[in-house]
């Protein structure tokens, strides 16, 4: 495997780097962790996605047909990479972009594809996910929100849970039964609902950051045009897996951890213990040592999946160790983090003596509940030995 960049990828970079170097927008809210209220980061966060994509940074692999760019797979992981290197804000529209928008590529009719991926790449319409219910979780194909089929529509009738964005989403794609005698992976199809529709009623719930991060989505008789349905009618288990094949690839990538461990690094060359950094006492470089291993071997890992991408092969087994591992690294991270700031770590980002203007506390809750979103390690583990060590199925 050759793991160096051509020159005209190089190239590529050094133009993103000097483009995120004048557009990054500072000192704005850009995520509802900063803004006060849902008008105003929302606005920004919006117009930052438009302005990458009038400028052709945005689904560099999509086709052109809809509005992408066709380039290879190494562009977009290029531009991944400087983006979080730039600290530049993460877009508004994601669920659209990594999860929603290569399922439709995929399965999508043509009608589908023209009517919603454009729209997803300027941040006019954005989605999210309808798949948890209170009593499907992990077990996701036990859901029951149902939608029987009028004439020419489904009306939806049920309960969604922890629906992350559904407070300002204009579209969801979501997960119904459609037919309750088949067994529990049948019987269920795929389809793309209005969240402005009548019958639908939205409650936030507040996370343990203290945003208000996911939501109940409540479906009281909601007609949705039967040319909605993604897939076939009652085969949509298929779909959602290759949705949630693209959710365990977006969640899994390393540059975060790098960055996240880049930022540790500040945090113990910052923090004096006995008159002397963190970074020069032995225990914590030991610490910090296995943490960057970690970080480097997960790099190493990415670029199996960023193979696959080059050779046209749909995410698999890579995405889900890298779910796996990812997310649980990047918890570690943050708990060293909280480690080395001792008491401090105990205070919120408007108090005073805050160490790093409170990213770490906060940092810690949020990458927790990414261990659990999109299947929890539990979950990703069970799949990785059954489907891809072929071990005998747990009971
Ligand atoms: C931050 C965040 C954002 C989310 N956003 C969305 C969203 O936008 N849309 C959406 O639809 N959902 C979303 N979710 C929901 C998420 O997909 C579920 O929380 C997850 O699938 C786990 O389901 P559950 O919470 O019902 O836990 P449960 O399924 O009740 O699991 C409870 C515990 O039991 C373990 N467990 C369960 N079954 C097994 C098994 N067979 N083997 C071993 N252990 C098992 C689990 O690992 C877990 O530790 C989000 C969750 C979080 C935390």
């Known amino acids: 495997m050759d793991l160096n960049f051509s020159q005209e990828e190089e190239a590529f970079r050094q ?14 809210p850009m ?71 290569p399922t439709l590529i995929s399965w999508g009719t043509e009608e589908q594809k023209r009517r919603y991926l454009p729209k997803i790449l300027t941040a006019e319409e954005i989605w999210c996910q309808g798949y948890s219910e209170p009593g499907a979780g992990s077990d ?45 992976h049948r019987g269920i199809s795929y389809i793309l609902i209005d969240m402005h529709s009548p019958g639908i009623t939205i409650r936030p719930l507040v996370q343990m950051t203290g945003e208000r991060g996911f939501n109940e989505v409540f479906f009281d008789n909601v007609r949705v045009p039967r040319k909605n349905l993604v897939g076939k009618l009652n085969e949509g288990w298929m779909v959602a897996n290759s949705t949630l094949l693209h959710e365990r690839s977006v969640l899994g990538a390393a540059t975060g951890s790098q960055q996240l461990f880049n930022r540790l690094l500040e945090l113990a060359r910052t923090i004096k213990r ?12 030991q610490r910090l040592a ?34 796996l591992v990812g997310t649980e690294l990047n ?19 408007k108090q005073e003596a805050v160490l790093d203007r409170g990213f770490w506390p906060y940092e810690w809750m949020f990458s927790l509940g990414l261990v659990i979103g999109g299947g929890t390690s539990h979950i990703q583990k069970n799949i990785i030995a059954e489907r891809g060590l072929k071990m005998p199925k747990s009971r």
């Open 290 to 323: 296995d943490l960057e291993i970690r970080v480097e071997a997960m790099r190493f890992h990415c670029y199996r999946q960023l193979t696959d991408q080059i050779h046209g092969r749909p995410p698999g087994m890579e995405s889900m160790v890298n779910k």
């Open 274 to 285: 006995n008159g002397h950094p963190l970074t020069q006492d032995p225990v914590i470089r």
């Open 140 to 184: 996701l194909a036990s859901l029951r929100t149902r939608a029987e089929i009028v004439g020419d529509e489904f009306v939806v009738n049920g309960q969604k849970i922890w629906t992350s964005g559904a407070q300002y989403a204009d579209m969801i794609f979501c997960l119904v039964r459609t037919d309750s005698d088949a067994p529990k």
């Open 31 to 101: 995520t509802s962790r900063e803004g006060d209220d849902d008008k105003t980061w929302l606005e920004n966060a919006k117009s930052w996605q438009r302005k990458l994509f009038e400028s052709g940074y945005v689904a560099l692999a999509w086709p052109k047909e809809y509005g992408g760019q066709a380039l290879d797979p190494v562009r977009q992981s290029i531009l991944n990479d400087e983006m979080v290197q730039a600290r530049a804000p993460q877009l508004v529209g994601l669920m659209g972009l990594g999860l929603l928008g």
């Open 15 to 28: 133009q993103v780097r000097s483009w995120l170097r004048a557009n990054v927008p500072r000192n704005k």
């Open 331 to 349: 918890h570690d991270i943050a708990t060293a983090a909280m480690e080395l700031m001792g008491d401090y770590s105990m205070l919120a980002r």
